[in-house]
């Protein structure tokens, strides 16, 4: 079996392997340590003749005209009769010999490193960078996917009560820290150790489980970080009051959205929208409102799940304005996440709105902007959990909103935004008017008619909350 042939053959993790080292080979944990089967390092090499019985005492790996004699249960081996030492014995389980990772790491490189030679072991060619970090916050768990360019090795090393360490086999370069503070995980930190990555992963109180799995296409490591079990907040529907609402007024800053013929510009529309709307449920619902931004700045996306989720927040709301080539293109639309869109323009609302993502790369972190929008969404897959309470929570505002405002329904629709897929809440979008149709954009500047959506979101809102409230008083 060549190389290639084995990286493509094991692409899920069964559950009895623990890791892997570079190269697609899948580890063994033995005593506590992580161990790689010798006849898949021999595998990887090319013109080498393994003699490894289940009988025997020794095994003989022959490559080229090197010779690597190994004794079952010692951590000294051979290499062309001299010794090198490995950080575990050498063991044979159920009649297959067990190489120490160390094994790959020290003697294969030894093995492959000749002048002149043209053996090339996959095991030591492939350098792994760094593709990606992602870290996403759900209420039972917090995902971190770290992307690289090859299949990587990792390791849980420690798991303590303060902080959980993984190791990544080879990961050449790339540096992440991010503080998520979702209630579970203080900081993420992916630092160098060696010629590993070592990913810190420090809680903000008690630890978390961490679930790793590999998945490939792309190449990546999805560690799910399971939240401690907290009885009030994990029941299916819930016992609390509608406490807190977060409000977000889309794009900001050098963001500014979509622009009217006019030069209205989403920005500043849906800001001043945000405001009114957030006054009026503070005044007439007695609900807790926190805004994304409260002013013209710029807030990356992930930012402002992020805040919801860190405070607690109940709903997740956020206001834009629409954009359409034909600028008759008129009317109101309300979404709420879905991995499927509803159709092809609802999926154009999505990319056009997920378009900040570029803005966010190109502007903040600079990891050459290769973010694929799309595959971050499917990824995660959504927020399935609270896909009927947001379906139900679109329906009611914008209901409300076609009956008062005289305005072409566009419906409910679902998409993919990115905006909402981190939301650990029910979680809808309002696209309030078409900006770039002259006579909605006439409309749109006009503080009465923004008073008047205002009026008709709190009107969706207060009869969401009417229906809240009778379920959480049912037993
Ligand atoms: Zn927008």
Same mark, same amino acid.
């Given at each position: 079996m060549t190389a290639k042939r084995l990286a493509a053959a094991v692409v899920v993790l069964p559950l009895a392997w623990t890791g892997w080292v570079q190269a697609g080979m899948p580890t063994v944990t033995h005593d506590g340590r992580a161990y790689v089967e010798l006849t898949r390092v021999a595998a990887s090499l090319q013109k080498t003749k393994l003699d490894a019985s289940?009988?025997?005492t020794r095994a003989r790996l022959r490559t080229g005209d090197r010779v690597v004699t190994l004794t079952r249960n010692w951590a000294q081996v051979l290499v062309d009769g001299k010794p090198v030492l490995l950080d575990a014995p050498v063991r044979v389980k159920r009649g297959v010999w067990l190489v120490p990772e160390s094994f790959v790491s020290r003697v294969v490189p030894a093995l492959t490193r000749?002048? !002149?030679?043209t053996r090339v072991a996959a095991v030591a060619a492939v350098e792994i960078t760094l593709e990606d970090v992602r870290v996403r916050s759900y209420p039972s768990f917090t995902r971190i996917v770290v992307e690289t360019s090859a299949p990587i090795g990792h390791r849980i090393e420690t798991s303590g009560p303060r902080e959980a360490r993984i190791r990544l086999t080879g990961l050449s370069g790339g540096a992440h820290a991010e503080e998520p503070?979702?209630?579970?995980?203080a900081e993420v930190r992916l630092e160098r150790a060696g010629a590993d990555g070592l990913l810190r992963v420090v809680f903000e109180g008690a630890a978390g489980t961490i679930r790793a799995t590999m998945l490939v296409d792309p190449p990546r490591l999805v560690l799910d970080v399971a939240r401690p079990v907290e009885p009030a907040r994990s029941?299916?529907?819930?016992?609390?009051?509608l406490r807190t609402i977060v409000l977000d007024a889309g794009h900001g800053g050098h963001d500014s959205g979509a622009m009217g013929?006019?030069?209205?510009?989403e920005k500043d529309l849906v800001l001043d929208v945000t405001r009114r709307v957030g006054k009026l449920v503070e005044e007439r619902l007695g609900i807790k409102v926190r805004f994304t931004?409260?002013?013209d700045h710029f807030v990356t996306l992930r930012d402002r799940t992020s805040f919801a989720n860190r405070e607690r927040a109940d709903l997740f709301v956020s206001i834009h304005a629409n954009a359409h080539r034909e600028t008759a293109t008129d009317g109101v639309e309300t979404y709420f996440l879905s991995?499927?869109?509803?159709d092809s323009a609802a999926r154009q609302v999505a990319a056009a709105e997920n378009g900040v993502v570029q803005l966010e790369s190109a502007a903040g972190? !600079?990891?050459? !902007?290769?973010?694929d929008i799309v595959r971050m969404i499917l990824?995660?897959?959504?927020q399935s959990e609270f896909q009927m309470e947001s379906s139900r929570l679109a329906e009611v505002v914008h209901d409300s909103m076609t009956q008062s405002l005289r305005i072409s329904n566009r419906g409910v629709k679902q998409a993919g935004f990115y905006v909402l897929g981190g939301a650990a809440m029910p979680a809808i979008l309002i696209?309030? !008017?078409?900006?770039?149709n002259p006579r909605e954009e006439k409309r749109l500047k006009d503080t009465r008619y923004r008073d008047e959506i205002a009026r008709a979101i709190l009107t969706g809102l207060t009869e969401y909350k009417r229906n809240w409230d009778e379920r959480t008083r049912t037993p």
């Open positions: 289940a009988v025997s000749v002048a !002149g030679d503070q979702d209630g579970l995980i029941g299916r529907e819930r016992l609390t009051p013929p006019t030069g209205l510009m931004r409260d002013a991995s499927e869109a509803t972190r !600079g990891n050459g !902007g290769k973010t990824w995660d897959l959504a696209e309030i !008017g078409f900006v770039t």
